[in-house]
């Protein structure tokens, strides 16, 4: 089993900035990837950004060049850097862990981008 925490959510006026954070704990080893998913009312869940074991990162194309995700060595935790946000930014974002056949996800944490 892996848990995960995320913080950092909060309200933000549009061109600012956050950071997300996700605490990981439990059967680090056995994670091959890390991301962040986004879930607006009314709209599915999307890939916001992914990062592998050996930092391999990954984007959708929606957040390219304004997002950047990070780790620490030992996967205890995973960050989201997030700058120049939009209104159509806000929305539930969720940390996820990867294992070979099992994917973890987070309570979520909310994210309005609103002035």
């Known amino acids: 089993q892996v848990q995960l925490v995320e913080s950092g959510g909060g309200l933000v006026q549009p061109g600012g900035s956050l950071r997300l954070s996700c605490a990981a704990s439990?059967?680090?080893?056995?994670?091959?990837?890390m991301g962040w998913y986004r879930q607006a009312p009314g709209e599915q869940r999307d890939l916001v950004a992914s990062?592998?074991?050996?930092?391999?990162?990954n984007y959708g194309d929606s957040v390219k060049g304004r997002f950047t995700i990070s780790r620490d060595n030992a996967w205890n935790t995973l960050f989201l850097q997030m700058n120049s946000l939009k209104p159509e930014d806000t929305a539930v974002y969720y940390c996820?862990?990867?294992?070979?056949?099992?994917?973890?996800w987070g309570q979520g944490t909310q994210v309005t981008v609103s002035s």
């Open positions: 439990g059967r680090l080893f056995a994670i091959n990837a």
């Open positions: 990062i592998t074991r050996d930092g391999t990162t």
């Open positions: 996820t862990a990867l294992e070979t056949n099992v994917i973890y």
